[in-house]
């Protein structure tokens, strides 16, 4: 496995010495270096990892997503030429899940991973030998209909923060003081940054935006317009404008301090789903809402399936059915976790955003050969 060793020099140390060099760096600059560093170095799901995702808690996550696809392309009229693609899909476990789930209704679509650790590439490539790779949609194909999915992807890219301060706004920065990293105020006014309604907010606001998602809506929502194709983001966030920081940093299943040791963490922002849901539709796509994702899976027929599931492996049956409550469950992952839906604007709409559901929701897809699930771990990112 190609997981980079630990004999490099610690990001404490390069940051240490670049602060002391040229000043404290933007936080944006340092949570993109640390989550390099930190996906570059391990695999970070499961038990023995920091956090467990929804695809490596239950199957049934995975399936619903090949279902919901495998209806859109249906009614798109079934397209031969199809890509399935998928941004940063960890250890290939949801694709493969929505592979074996789109086979049922004889779709082949090509296969791309846009995901940057190469440790990753390798578990991916075990799950998904067909899979090709990208650093990011770029290189993707220009042709042919796209079927993307992103889970638990947009919350990892860089944020960058401005803070009121009473001289003004400015960006937040990481400083270097008595051997600890420190957030501080920066000493460039930032005002014309700030939207003019906000520019009199209290001392102490925070604004937070994701310009690293902004830019994949941004060019994903232009190639659905341009070739065809639909898109699922899944992540945990909200959907109406809010303030304040929501970097936190997650190791070994706790909350812990996004500024002790970076790269040995998680870090991850809530996602922004109002503000992505208006890039794509400036962009000329469709979006089909934004809904919590046990209400989507719900929907879709998930439960039943678990439920099958369950009764057909009884000595399994306990982990089934408590994974997929652990998906649905408003007080665990069911209401933090959103459902975004876009399309082209020429392809139909997608189910289970609000209306009722009907008619191929309910073919149920093949087991996976061991339907046993790894032990749930005990927590998600958000905690
Ligand atoms: N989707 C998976 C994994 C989520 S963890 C699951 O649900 O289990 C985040 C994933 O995004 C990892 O695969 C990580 O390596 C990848 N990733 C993080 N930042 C990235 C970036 N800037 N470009 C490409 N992939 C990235």
Redesign the pocket.
């Known amino acids: 496995m190609s997981f980079s060793s630990g004999e490099a020099e610690s990001l404490s140390a390069i940051f240490a010495r670049l602060i002391a060099s040229t000043g404290p760096l933007s936080l944006q600059h340092y949570m993109g270096e640390a ?2 560093r930190y ?1 570059a170095a391990r695999d ?2 499961g038990v023995a990892g920091d956090f467990i ?4 808690i239950s199957q049934v996550f995975g399936e619903m997503i090949g279902l919901w696809l495998a209806d859109m392309w249906v009614r798109a009229g079934q397209p031969a030429l199809i890509h399935y693609v ?6 290939g ?2 694709a493969r899940d929505v592979l074996r789930t789109m086979a049922r209704f004889d779709m082949a679509p090509e296969v791309h991973f ?4 190469l440790g ?1 590439k390798d578990l991916q490539l075990q799950a998904v030998p067909q899979a090709k790779f990208h ?2 949609l770029s290189t993707v194909p220009m042709a042919g209909p796209l079927l993307v999915v ?4 947009l919350d ?2 860089p944020v960058r923060q401005l803070v009121r301060t009473p001289a003004g706004w400015r960006e937040r920065m990481v400083d270097y003081i008595d051997g600890a990293f420190v957030p501080i105020a920066g000493e460039r006014p930032m005002d014309a940054a700030v939207p003019e309604d906000r520019r009199e907010a209290p001392v102490g606001t925070i604004i937070e935006t994701s310009p ?1 998602a902004t830019a994949v809506i941004y060019e994903l929502a232009g190639r659905l317009v341009a070739q065809g194709g639909t898109a699922l983001l899944i992540d945990y966030g909200y959907d109406s404008p809010r303030d304040g920081s929501t970097v936190q940093a997650v190791r070994r299943h706790a909350k812990t301090d996004p500024f002790f040791a970076p790269g040995t963490a998680d870090l991850s922002a809530l996602v922004d789903f109002a503000t992505l849901r208006a890039v794509a539709e400036s962009r000329g796509a469709k979006c089909f809402g934004v809904t919590e994702q046990g209400e989507w899976l719900t929907a879709l027929g998930g439960a039943v399936r678990a439920e099958l599931l369950a009764r057909s492996h009884p000595e399994h049956g306990t982990t089934i059915r408590t994974g997929f409550a652990r998906l649905v469950d408003p007080a665990q992952m069911g209401a933090l976790f959103k459902v975004m839906g876009l399309a082209s604007p020429v392809w139909p709409a997608g189910e289970a955003f609000g209306a009722p559901v009907a008619g191929v929701m309910t073919a149920l897809p093949p087991e996976r050969d061991d339907p046993s699930q790894p032990p749930a771990g005990p927590s998600i990112r958000p905690v």
């Open positions: 989550n390099a996906y970070p799901l995702t929804a695809p490596e998928e941004l940063g899909p960890g250890r476990t949801l846009v995901e940057t650790s990753l650093n990011d992103a889970n638990e992807f990892a890219l690293g």
